[in-house]
C-alpha cells in the first residue's frame, strides 16, 4: 500500500501554540494561562496536540477559497457534535474521518427534533431496515503530537491590564522558545475508497449513502471489498488540494502577541510503501538547536532503495535563512532522489507528481 509520508519542523521562536486550559501552578496571580507541555526526566517539552494540529489544518484548508476545499458542514445537538459523514460529497469527511451515532432515547430525539432548523439539512442514516444507523470512518490522514525537539525552560510572562481607572488588573501567561517537530501519513488507497463492513471504522456509508454511489458515475462499486471508489481523478485532486493546504498552514493561540508563521521551515515528504515515517529521525538537537543527521538520512534513504520502498523523489522543503549550515550538509549529499525547494514548492511538487503519476494511488 502507498503512503504520503512526511515529517516537519515549525520554528516557535516566542511562542504560546497550545494552551492548556489551566493555571500556572506557583504563579504570582490568579489570572494565568499555561501552556501544553510534557513534564519528563530531562525538562518540559511543549506541545501541539494532534487535535489542535487537525483544527489549523482544517481551517486553512476552509479559509483559502482559492484551493476549493469542499468542507463538510457541521451539526450541534444538545450534547454532541458531528459533521454530516458524507464522504462522497465532502472532502475533509473523507480525508479526516468521522462518526457520527445518533442517540437511541427518546428523550434526546424529542429534543432534537426541535431545535435548530438546519440539523433537518443533514443528509439521513438509514440501514437495510429503515432504522438508523451509526457510521464511522478511520481518517486516512494521522497525524502526530507536535513535540519540542529538546527540553526547554518555560517561560512565565507577567503584564497588566491598565487601561481603566484604579488599580491594575495583573496576569501571567507562559510560553517557550523551541522547535516542535511533527509527523504526518495519509493513506492513499483509502482516499475516496468506502467501505460498508460492519466494523467500527469501516462502516463508512449506510443505505442512502450507498444508493448515492451507485448512482453517480464518478464512482466504482468494489463488491469483493464492501466498497465503492471515487474515480481515480477525482481522488487525486482531493490529495493535491490537502498538500497545498499544508504548505499555507495557518493557526495557533496567542498569536496577537507572540506571532508564530506555523507553516514548517523544514519538511521532508516522500510516497512510499508501507505506513511507517522513516523520516522521524533525521533531525537531532544540539544545545537545543536543530541538527540534521547526515548518517541517518543516508541510511534511510538506502533502505528504502534497497527494498524498493520509494515510489516518488523524497521532496524536502526548507526555508531559505533558516539554520544554512545545516541545510549546507544535505546539499553536500547530492542524492539523485532529493529535490531541494521552499517548504511550499515541496508540498506542490509532491501534488504535482501524484497529478502525473495517479496509479500510485493503488501501488
Keep these: 500500500m502507498s503512503f504520503i509520508s512526511a515529517m516537519f519542523?515549525?520554528?516557535a521562536p516566542a511562542s504560546a501554540l497550545n494552551n492548556s486550559g489551566q493555571g500556572i501552578v506557583g504563579s504570582r496571580t490568579d489570572n494565568t494561562t499555561a501552556v501544553k507541555f510534557i513534564d519528563a526526566k530531562d525538562g518540559d517539552y511543549p506541545y501541539v496536540s494532534a487535535q489542535a494540529f487537525r483544527y489549523w489544518l482544517r481551517s486553512t484548508l476552509e479559509n483559502a477559497t482559492e484551493l476549493g476545499?469542499?468542507?463538510?458542514?457541521?451539526?450541534?445537538?444538545?450534547k454532541v457534535a458531528y459533521t454530516d459523514a458524507n464522504p462522497l460529497l465532502y472532502w475533509d469527511d473523507d480525508l479526516f474521518g468521522y462518526m457520527r451515532a445518533p442517540s437511541k432515547k427518546k428523550k434526546?430525539?424529542?429534543?432534537?427534533s426541535t431545535q435548530d432548523p438546519d440539523l433537518k439539512l443533514q443528509t439521513p442514516l438509514e440501514n437495510d431496515k429503515g432504522e438508523v444507523m451509526t457510521v464511522t470512518r478511520a481518517a486516512p490522514l494521522r497525524v502526530s503530537t507536535l513535540v519540542s525537539i529538546a527540553p526547554v525552560s518555560l517561560t512565565a510572562d507577567f503584564g497588566t491590564m491598565s487601561r481603566h481607572d484604579g488599580d491594575p488588573a495583573p496576569?501571567?501567561?507562559?510560553?517557550?522558545?523551541?522547535?516542535?517537530?511533527?509527523?504526518?501519513s495519509l493513506d492513499l488507497g483509502?482516499?475516496?475508497?468506502?467501505?460498508?463492513?460492519?466494523r467500527t471504522g469501516f462502516q463508512n456509508l449506510d443505505k442512502i449513502r450507498r444508493d448515492k454511489a451507485e448512482a453517480d458515475e464518478n464512482f466504482t462499486h468494489l463488491p469483493e471489498q464492501f466498497a465503492y471508489r471515487l474515480s481515480q481523478e477525482k481522488r487525486i485532486e482531493r490529495v493535491a488540494t490537502l498538500l497545498r493546504g499544508l504548505a499555507r498552514l495557518d493557526g495557533g493561540a496567542k498569536q496577537s502577541l507572540h506571532y508564530t508563521d506555523v507553516s514548517p521551515v523544514v519538511v521532508i515528504a516522500a510516497v512510499i510503501r508501507g505506513g511507517n515515517n522513516p523520516f522521524a529521525?533525521?533531525?537531532?538537537?544540539?544545545?537545543?538547536?536543530?541538527t540534521f543527521d547526515v548518517k541517518s538520512f543516508h541510511d534511510v534513504m538506502a533502505e528504502l532503495r534497497e527494498h524498493n520502498l520509494l515510489l516518488s523523489p523524497v521532496a524536502i522543503g526548507w526555508k531559505p535563512g533558516y539554520l544554512p549550515d545545516e541545510r549546507a550538509k544535505l546539499e553536500a549529499l547530492n542524492d539523485a532522489d532529493v529535490v531541494l525547494m521552499t517548504p511550499r514548492r515541496a508540498y506542490e511538487?509532491?501534488?504535482?507528481w501524484l497529478t502525473e503519476h495517479p496509479d500510485l494511488l493503488d501501488v
Design 190 to 198: 483509502m482516499v475516496g475508497t468506502f467501505t460498508y463492513k460492519r
Design 349 to 352: 511538487g509532491l501534488a504535482q
Design 281 to 290: 529521525y533525521v533531525f537531532q538537537h544540539k544545545n537545543s538547536i536543530p
Design 9 to 11: 519542523l515549525i520554528d
Design 171 to 184: 496576569y501571567e501567561h507562559q510560553f517557550y522558545r523551541t522547535t516542535l517537530r511533527g509527523a504526518l
Design 69 to 78: 476545499w469542499k468542507s463538510s458542514p457541521i451539526y450541534r445537538e444538545e
Design 108 to 112: 434526546d430525539k424529542e429534543t432534537t
